[in-house]
Nanobody, 117 residues
Framework: QVQLVESGGGLVRPGGSLRLSCAASGSIFSIIAMGWYRQAPGKERELVAAITTGGKTNYADSVKGRFTISRDNDKNTVYLQMNSLKPEDTAVYYC???????????WGQGTQVTVSS
């Protein structure tokens, strides 16, 4: 069992920055990857960025060069630094953790990010 707690969402102007945090607890030894997804109204949830326990990262094309995913292993926390935000980045952002034993997907409750002038 893995629990995920997200924070850092809010309202920001276009071109601004925001940093999301996701703290994991529980069976953290079983986690093989963590990431951030987002879902806008009327759209499917999509991968934004992911990072494996080995440090390999993956980004959606729409956020490459603007967003950075990172981790603090001592705090079992993953971050998403979002720069040069655009209105189309507006969505609910969800933290995700993938674990083995058996393969299971865990989700945080989501945090709203709104980019508007």
């Amino acid at each position: 069992q893995v629990q995920l707690v997200e924070s850092g969402g809010g309202l920001v102007r276009p071109g601004g920055s925001l940093r999301l945090s996701c703290a994991a607890s529980g069976s953290i030894f079983s986690i093989i990857a963590m990431g951030w997804y987002r879902q806008a109204p009327g759209k499917e949830r999509e991968l934004v960025a992911a990072i494996t326990t080995g440090g390999k990262t993956n980004y959606a094309d729409s956020v490459k060069g603007r967003f950075t995913i990172s981790r603090d292993n001592d705090k079992n926390t993953v971050y998403l630094q979002m720069n040069s935000l655009k209105p189309e980045d507006t969505a609910v952002y969800y933290c995700n953790a993938d674990s083995w034993g058996p393969l299971t997907h865990y989700w945080g409750q989501g945090t709203q990010v709104t980019v508007s002038s």
